[in-house]
């Protein structure tokens, strides 16, 4: 957590990678931006038990999506959605169905399923 942050983002990773790949990069970046972070894995990925699949990108994200709402009292205007890669995915159909101050799209793809689903 940043000490005062202007926005947090909902950071959601790439495909082959998990919060622990992504921890310098979300520390440095959360500095860079003086922001703050909140990153997760998807069901099947890192430490997240259970089996991958496309319908988990979407309710993993929406779920980390509720929670910094409900539990750490963030406004709608106060979240940018940040998506990375498969992420992406995750990001556009998130930033479709809630409220957020803006979206950032990294590598994004055409089809998230296709990538790890094919």
């Not at 957020?100 to 094919?118: D, E, K, N, W």
Request: net charge negative.
């Amino acid at each position: 957590r940043h000490g005062r942050p202007k926005f947090t983002l909902l950071f959601s990773h790439g495909n082959a990678e998990d919060i622990g790949v992504n921890k310098l990069f979300c520390e440095w970046f959360a500095e860079q931006l003086q922001v703050d972070i909140v990153t997760y894995d998807y069901t099947g990925y890192g430490m997240a038990a259970g089996d991958p699949a496309e319908k988990h990108l979407y309710s993993d994200s929406t779920a980390v999506y509720d929670w910094m709402k409900s539990d750490l009292k963030l406004r709608s205007d106060d979240i940018i959605l940040y998506g990375k890669s498969l992420g992406t995915a995750a990001t556009v159909d998130l930033a479709g169905r809630k409220p957020c101050i803006g979206v950032v799209l990294v590598c994004p793809l055409a089809s998230g399923a296709r990538v790890v689903f094919p």
